[in-house]
């Protein structure tokens, strides 16, 4: 899918956005969040960029780090706009910024931060691999990545329930509450396309990053990669 759409996909979903995440994964997606900005606590990083922020949840539990500057960036206004009503209620206006931008074209200067991390944001890159390597460009020697995605399970059981529930539950439930056809048929097919587990591992080694480890979350649904510059 091109920026474009993209940006205009998630500018109609956003204001049910936050409320779909929820019930779609029954709030697990949560704790999955939490374990992921916690991979980060040894590393002590200062400055952090989350990509495809949306209405800037990751960005805010990143805050958990006490680092000295959080930046989040997507291409949804809409998804912004919400993001910044949120960090406005949260009283975090001033912790968190909030700018447009896509991960291929990052509007900061190489080696700009200690930490980046994106949430179910990568396999929406339009290209993959260009934007893997900007998210190199701007990370400081000895960065970290903190990537948590969907994957699909190993389990064949596992595998069959999972399939069902996002090709079948998934889109209907999200047609039903953000009344965009599109949007929530994406989603699982976005899911099936991605280069999870061991191919993902090779496209990070392939665009620079070393010291890759992979934690699987809750029978294989989703996955944490995490990867050094």
Not at 19 to 35: A, C, D, P, Q, V
Not at 40 to 47: V, Y
Not at 134 to 147: D, E, H, N, T, W
Not at 164 to 171: E, G
């Amino acid at each position: 899918m091109k920026k474009a759409q993209m940006a205009d996909m998630f500018d109609h979903i956003a204001p049910r956005y936050d409320f779909l995440n929820s019930l779609l994964s029954f709030g697990i997606h949560r704790s999955w969040r939490k374990k992921a900005i916690r991979l980060l606590e040894k590393e002590n990083p200062q400055s952090i960029l989350d990509i495809a922020t949306g209405t800037a949840d990751f960005a805010i539990e990143a805050l958990t780090l006490h680092p000295k500057k959080v930046v989040g960036i997507d291409i949804s206004e809409g998804m912004l706009r919400l993001g910044r009503e949120k960090l406005k209620k949260k009283r975090l206006e001033n912790s968190i910024q909030l700018l447009p931008g896509d991960s291929e074209n990052l509007p900061f200067d190489a080696h700009s931060f200690d930490a980046v991390t994106v949430a179910f944001g990568v396999r929406n890159f339009e290209n993959l691999e260009k934007g893997l390597s900007a998210i190199f460009g701007v990370l400081k020697p000895g960065g970290s990545l903190v990537v948590l995605e969907f994957s699909t399970p190993r389990n064949a059981f596992v595998k069959g329930i999972y399939h069902f529930y996002f090709h079948r539950v998934t889109p209907f439930v999200g047609r039903l509450f953000s009344k965009d056809m599109a949007a929530y048929t994406y989603l699982p097919e976005s899911v099936s396309a991605f280069p999870d587990g061991d191919r993902f591992v090779s496209i990070l080694q392939q665009n620079g990053f070393s010291g890759i480890s992979c934690y699987r979350l809750t029978l294989g649904i989703a996955t944490i990669y995490m990867g050094k510059k």
